[in-house]
C-alpha cells in the first residue's frame, strides 16, 4: 500500500505562488507516476498535473504555462510549483499515483489508484 502526504497549501492572493509537495511512502515500488488533481466547492475532481519517473509531464490547458510538476525520485517526492495563482485555482489540491507502462495517462480520476487527502489553496485578496 502506498501513503501520499500533500503539504505547502495555503492562503495567497491573486498573482502569487505556492509550492505543494507530496511525498510517497509504503510500497513505492508499486507506482511510477505520480500527480496532483484539484476538487473546488462544488465541482467535480479535476486533473492538474502528472510526472512520469522517467520524466515524461502532462497538464491541464488551464494551468499550462502556470504550474510546473517536479519530482525527486530519491526522495519520493513531487512537486507542484503554482504561480500566477487566480482566485480559480481555489480548491483542495490532492496528489495522486499509479503504477502504469509508459507516459502519464490522461488526468481522470480513474487512471489513478492511490491518494493522499488533500491540501487547501485558496487565492483571495
Known amino acids: 500500500q502506498v501513503q501520499l502526504v500533500e503539504s505547502g497549501g495555503g492562503l495567497v492572493r491573486p498573482g502569487g505562488s505556492l509550492r505543494l509537495s507530496c511525498a510517497a511512502s509504503g510500497s513505492i515500488s508499486n507506482i511510477n507516476i505520480m500527480g496532483w488533481f484539484r476538487q473546488a466547492p462544488g465541482k467535480e475532481r479535476e486533473g492538474v498535473s502528472c510526472?512520469?519517473?522517467?520524466?515524461?509531464?502532462r497538464y491541464a490547458d488551464s494551468v499550462k504555462g502556470r504550474f510546473t510538476i517536479s519530482r525527486d525520485n530519491a526522495k519520493n517526492t513531487v512537486y507542484l510549483q503554482m504561480n500566477s495563482l487566480k482566485p480559480e485555482d481555489t480548491a483542495v489540491y490532492y496528489c495522486a499515483a499509479v503504477r502504469i507502462v509508459g507516459l502519464c495517462p490522461r488526468l481522470v480520476m480513474r487512471n489513478f489508484g492511490s491518494w493522499g487527502q488533500g491540501t487547501q489553496v485558496t487565492v483571495s485578496s
Open positions: 510526472s512520469s519517473s522517467g520524466g515524461s509531464t
